[in-house]
């Protein structure tokens, strides 16, 4: 990557897949998953994987009625999705919306080790892609990567100081993976400063969070 501080290997105590696999649904039920929660409000959101199609978990599921998929089942599933993309990809290897698409898919899916791959690959090719640079650091928080992900942040606040959602997953990791609630509250406290246009609901959202932040420590 062009001056990009790559990411640290993964720790041998790196969350099983299991693990991670529990812990993006958990997170996405309580509405703190790492990514778009201020989507349209600084860094644009990613081009969706294909206008108009299902998203790669619903599809192929057949006769899973009310079943979720197993991790195994949700890889097959995106790489079928992605094989007319990366078919693509090689005649234009660095070509960033391709491969943030085949990255989509296999987010999409809890495949996080392959998406790094593939919004690494974008990264590199549109350096300054700040949107695809947060889903990146998304990416490498769920595959148990922290260091890289805190990284991909640092980076992408580089670019863009006041980039909410960079500043808010950046106080979520350092709260949810650190333990280092000062630093979680400051990236809140930077973010609410300078966004003011923020709506009053995510305000109180951010401000809840560092409420319970500050709690959390007294306790």
Do not use: C
């Amino acid at each position: 990557m062009d001056n990009e501080t790559k990411a640290q290997p993964i720790a041998e105590s790196a969350w099983a897949a299991k693990q991670v696999y529990a812990m993006a649904l958990i997170s996405l039920v309580v509405g703190l998953a790492i990514g778009y929660l201020f989507r349209g409000s600084q860094s644009p959101a990613p081009a969706a994987v294909a206008a108009g199609e299902s998203s790669p978990a619903t599809v192929g599921m057949g006769g899973m009625k009310g079943q979720m998929p197993t991790l195994d089942q949700m890889k097959k599933m995106a790489d079928t999705k992605a094989a007319p993309l990366l078919e693509k990809l090689k005649s234009d290897p660095a070509n960033s919306a391709l491969l943030l698409q085949v990255g989509n898919i296999y987010e999409a899916t809890h495949q996080f080790k392959d998406a790094a791959g593939y919004y690494e690959k974008a990264v590199q090719a549109d350096p300054k892609n700040i949107a695809v640079r947060t889903q990146l650091a998304s990416s490498l928080y769920y595959d148990g990567d922290v260091d890289g992900a805190i990284s991909q942040l640092q980076k992408a606040l580089e670019y863009d100081p006041k980039d909410a959602n960079s500043l808010f997953n950046l106080g979520m990791i350092k709260w949810q993976a650190k333990q280092d609630s000062k630093g979680a509250i400051a990236a809140w406290q930077q973010l609410l400063k300078s966004n003011p246009q923020l709506s009053p609901d995510r305000k109180a959202q951010v401000q809840k969070l560092m409420a319970d932040v500050q709690m959390q420590g007294k306790s």
